[in-house]
């Protein structure tokens, strides 16, 4: 007997609301800069983004680039930001 697959629903936010609920974000939001949007992507202590330098905002003039960026991971550049991989580790 055959059993039919789906594939699995992917966790990555699609919306600045998905972003505003996943539990590495401490803030999401858009604002207006004359006339041009702009989205703000700050992540909880302990997540940062690679990229040209590793940090722990986003900024950019569209969902669809901040996306692109969106690949949190663990961080442990500072006190706070070590503390919160160690508590999450622990199950806290």
């Known amino acids: 007997m055959k059993t039919k697959t789906t594939k699995p629903q992917s ?8 972003l505003r609920d996943d539990p590495r974000v401490s803030y999401a ?10 989205y703000w992507v700050g992540l909880k202590n ?8 590793a940090n722990h905002t986003i900024h950019e003039e569209s969902l669809r ?4 960026q969106f690949y949190p991971e663990p961080c442990e550049c ?3 930001c070590r503390v919160a991989i160690a508590a999450a580790a622990k199950g806290a």
Do not use: H, I, K
Request: proline share 6%; aromatic share 10%; no cysteine.
């Open 46 to 53: 302990g997540w940062y983004v690679r990229g040209d330098t």
């Open 78 to 80: 500072s006190e706070p």
């Open 11 to 18: 966790r990555r936010p699609r919306t600045l609301d998905q």
């Open 65 to 68: 680039a901040v996306f692109a």
């Open 29 to 38: 939001d858009m604002e207006m800069d004359e006339g041009v949007r702009q």
